[in-house]
């Protein structure tokens, strides 16, 4: 079938369509009251207004692919060393274990990027469980960071105030005040997750 609001063509049984978010108005089986009284669809809904999807198409056609990206790149500059800017073998040797530790934070950023892309998966196809999988993603992101520098920390006997600087600080902030605003933008959303 197509959805009333929109005319994109959606599932046949659809509550609500995919693109536009409006609710589908049922229509009565053939034996039914077209009110709603003795048919197979129970009575009749209006369609509620359909919801603004902007940020939801900007989430999956660019921040979700940005962010498997930079975790890519992250994770490559993690395992060559290269944020030491040509000093890596020098500091390497000077802490020992520091190698070690940015090997498991390229991983951890090679499996985030993967993540990333399954997430975008499930949120393009309105599966059920794709909110709680990008919640997943956002908050596995802050929580490897803050393991990352934590440990950096204690193997280099940095402060991790010395450790980080106001670029790292703002992509912090950043990553966790846009899981704040996606708690609220899906919880408002959740209705249309459902296949």
């Keep these: 079938m197509y959805c009333f609001k929109c005319g994109k063509e959606i599932n046949d049984d659809a509550v609500f369509c995919g693109y536009c978010g409006a609710r589908q108005q049922p229509t009565a089986d053939p034996g039914g009251d077209p009110l709603?009284?003795?048919?197979?669809?129970?009575?009749?809904?209006p369609a509620e207004p359909a919801m603004p999807m902007k940020w939801f198409k900007f989430i999956i056609y660019?921040?979700?692919?940005a962010f498997a990206v930079l975790s890519i790149i992250g994770g490559v500059g993690a395992i060559t060393?290269?944020?030491y800017q040509g000093y890596a073998e020098y500091v390497y040797d000077m802490y020992n274990g520091l190698q070690a530790?940015?090997?498991?934070?390229?991983?951890?950023?090679?499996?985030?990027?993967?993540?990333?892309?399954?997430?975008?998966?499930e949120l393009a196809n309105f599966k059920s469980t794709a909110i709680k999988r990008y919640f997943t993603l956002l908050i596995a992101n802050i929580v490897v960071y803050c393991v990352y520098v934590t440990a950096a920390s204690i193997v280099t006997a940095?402060?991790?105030p010395d450790l980080m600087n106001g670029f790292q600080y703002g992509s912090l902030g950043g990553a966790v005040f846009?899981?704040?605003?996606?708690?609220t933008y899906f919880n408002k959303r959740r209705h249309l997750f459902v296949n």
């Design 81 to 83: 060393g290269s944020a």
């Design 62 to 65: 660019f921040q979700l692919f």
């Design 158 to 160: 940095i402060p991790i």
């Design 178 to 183: 846009m899981l704040l605003v996606n708690i």
């Design 101 to 121: 530790l940015d090997i498991m934070y390229a991983v951890c950023c090679f499996l985030l990027a993967g993540f990333a892309i399954y997430a975008r998966q």
């Design 36 to 45: 709603g009284g003795a048919g197979n669809n129970g009575p009749f809904q």
